[in-house]
């Protein structure tokens, strides 16, 4: 499955091309609306977790980054906080199948600070 996703000639998600009209829709590409909900939901969380000054959200899907910028840039045109430093730089999963393996664990396994 690795070989049929990854591989970086005939990988499925290793191709700059877009899949969009070519394949099936995900819900970023169906419309910006999937972002700008994951937005709200990202500011709501924050302000619980009492306004941290750091951060980080990671983009860990398989895509090209669409849904990190459909939430930016609800962010910035609402002035919402994710549109301005700590939250402007949302990283892409670069090694993939790493963030895949994690994703897949129970949430009980997973490295969580209170």
Same mark, same amino acid.
């Given at each position: ?6 591989? =970086? ?5 290793? #191709?700059?091309?877009? #899949? ?31 306004? =941290? ?62």
């Amino acid at each position: 499955m690795r070989e049929c996703l990854y591989h =970086p000639v005939q990988g499925y998600y290793s #191709k700059a091309e877009s #899949k969009r009209f070519a394949d099936y829709y995900t819900s970023v590409d169906v419309h910006p609306v999937f972002g700008r909900l994951l937005a709200r939901q990202f500011v709501e969380m924050w302000e619980n977790l009492g306004r =941290p000054a750091e951060l980080m959200l990671v983009e860990a899907g398989a895509g090209v980054g669409r849904c990190a910028v459909h939430v930016l840039d609800f962010c910035e045109a609402h002035m919402m906080p994710c549109a301005t430093s700590p939250w402007s730089a949302v990283p892409l999963a670069a090694n993939r199948p790493r963030f895949v393996r994690s994703a897949m664990r129970p949430p009980d396994a997973l490295p969580l600070r209170p």
